[in-house]
C-alpha cells in the first residue's frame, strides 16, 4: 500500500511565498506521474501542475510563471514551489501520484491535503 505524506501549507501573505511537499512511501515499484491538485471552498478540484517520471511538466494556465513543480525520484517525492502567491490561490492542495507495484497495471493514490490560505 502506498501512502503520501505532504506537508509546507500554511498562511501566508499575498505576494509571498510557499514549498510543498510530498512523499510517497510504501510498495512502489516505477513512478508514472506526480502532482498537484487544489479545491478552493465551493469549487471542483482542480489541476495545478504535473511532472513525469522523465521530467515533463505542465501546469494549469492560472499558475504558469507562479508555480514550480519539482520531483526527486530517487525519494519518491514531489514539490511545487508557490512564489507571488494570491488570495485565489487559497485552497486544499491535493497530491495525485499513479504508480505501479512490482507487476501491477497503473495504480492513483491521494493525498489528504494541506491547507494554503493566502490573507493579509
Known amino acids: 500500500q502506498v501512502r503520501l505524506v505532504e506537508s509546507g501549507g500554511g498562511l501566508v501573505q499575498p505576494g509571498g511565498s510557499l514549498r510543498l511537499s510530498c512523499a510517497a512511501t510504501g510498495n512502489i515499484f516505477r513512478l508514472n506521474t506526480m502532482g498537484w491538485y487544489r479545491q478552493a471552498p465551493g469549487k471542483q478540484r482542480e489541476l495545478v501542475a504535473t511532472i513525469t517520471s522523465d521530467g515533463s511538466t505542465n501546469y494549469a494556465d492560472s499558475v504558469k510563471g507562479r508555480f514550480t513543480i519539482s520531483s526527486d525520484n530517487a525519494k519518491n517525492t514531489v514539490y511545487v514551489q508557490i512564489d507571488n502567491l494570491k488570495p485565489e490561490d487559497t485552497a486544499v492542495y491535493y497530491c495525485?501520484?499513479?504508480?505501479?507495484?512490482?507487476?501491477?497495471?497503473?495504480?492513483?493514490?491521494w493525498g489528504q491535503g494541506t491547507l494554503v490560505t493566502v490573507s493579509v
Open positions: 495525485h501520484v499513479v504508480y505501479s507495484s512490482f507487476r501491477s497495471s497503473w495504480l492513483e493514490v
